[in-house]
């Protein structure tokens, strides 16, 4: 949130759903739904530590952590849980003179040349109010896909060092850790991939149209928090329901760019422009009358909308955990020194 995430796998995976209580808002419990749709997708091959209750269940309540970072202090809007982390305002890159699907993949890259953009063309963007930006994130655009190839990346290492232990005879203390390790960080990357599937995540007019308006669209400061959390609880959105609907995952193809980019994170941007193709028949719902807000029905294009957005992130986010296990390599280092330790002293505990 940015304002104010086979046969018997499937059928264990919704008794862990059913388990919990109903789900029915993309705030924290949307989030959850996004987590659980995404273990729903996973194919019966994916390591199956994943499947147990306790797993499941850890994923599902991980789905809210990064927004918790910033409950206590609010100097993690800056670092780990940023809260420019949870969205990205593709309209500030070009007016930045950027093109989304040519800006550099490495945060501090991205960075310097966002900076010396908007300075270029600070006509373009609007005055910031010192009063309302005591964590200085107001000057940046977001950086939601940069969060998302982090932590897949991440998951990558997580996944290295679980197959060196596996496979050269790491302590089952060892292995245990290593699985948690990989628990968290499929759980909490959750929350970032989820964010961008919810279409105001991706956009300047991230809470009411700002700026020029032919249109006449809402500018009603209450429209994302309804997006997030108002429409699905007043439509009963229940993850059960929509478990049926979720494909199962399939890798996302990576090959190497010949402009050094990473291609996870090439593909990460390309799914936030995908989500933001919906930003404005969004606001044609709400100026139609049919996002339920008030005396507003439910209606089925809204619901369409909205049930869509959460199965989307749902299967990009397994889509990615799935890419992260079945590219990542033995971790060489750790299982060199493993051997080592299996050579000096069998049994031994301790790496040297």
């Known amino acids: 949130m940015r304002y ?54 850890r994923i ?16 993690l809007r800056q670092v780990g849980g940023s809260w420019t982390d949870h969205y990205c305002d593709l309209e500030y ?11 550099p993949s490495l945060r501090l890259d991205f960075v310097l040349v966002f900076a010396a953009g908007r300075i270029a063309h600070s006509g373009k963007f609007p005055a910031i109010d010192p009063a309302k930006n005591t964590d200085h994130t107001r000057e940046w655009p977001g950086f939601a896909p940069w969060a998302i190839a982090e932590y897949y990346h991440k998951l990558r290492s997580a996944f290295a060092y679980l197959k060196a232990y596996q496979e050269v005879g790491g302590t089952p203390e060892e292995i245990a850790n290593s699985k948690a390790d990989a ?51 007043k439509a009963r959105v ?53 996002l339920g807000h008030g005396e507003q029905p439910i209606t089925a294009e809204a619901r369409a909308l909205i049930e869509g957005q959460l199965l989307t992130g749902g299967t990009m986010l397994a889509r990615m955990w799935l890419t992260a296990w079945q590219t990542a390599p033995v971790d060489t280092y750790l299982r060199t020194q493993l051997g080592k ?5 069998p049994g031994s505990n301790a790496v040297p």
């Open 238 to 290: 229940k993850t059960a329901d929509l478990l049926p609907r979720i494909p199962t995952a399939e890798p996302i193809a990576l090959a190497t760019r010949t402009d050094g980019r990473d291609p996870f994170f090439v593909a990460a941007m390309d799914y936030l422009i995908a989500q933001h193709a919906l930003v404005e028949p969004l606001y044609r719902l709400e100026k139609d009358a049919k």
């Open 60 to 75: 599902a309540f991980l789905a809210n952590v990064p927004d918790r970072w910033r409950n206590v202090d609010p100097a």
């Open 4 to 57: 104010l995430s086979p046969c018997f796998f499937r059928a264990a995976s919704l008794a862990v759903v059913l388990a919990t209580p109903a789900l029915r808002a993309w705030d924290a419990e949307g989030h959850r739904i996004v987590n659980q749709l995404a273990l729903a997708a996973l194919p019966a091959d994916f390591p199956a530590f994943v499947r147990a209750p306790e797993a499941a269940d």
């Open 341 to 345: 330790r299996q050579q000096a002293a």
């Open 183 to 233: 628990i968290y960080i499929m759980g909490v990357m959750g929350h970032y991939v989820g964010d961008g599937a919810q279409p105001l995540h991706t956009t300047a007019h991230f809470n009411g149209w700002v700026g020029a308006n032919p249109n006449g669209y809402s500018t009603w400061p209450g429209f994302h928090s309804w997006i997030d959390g108002g429409f699905t609880a």
């Open 93 to 103: 890159l070009t007016d930045a003179g950027l093109d989304p699907r040519t800006v």
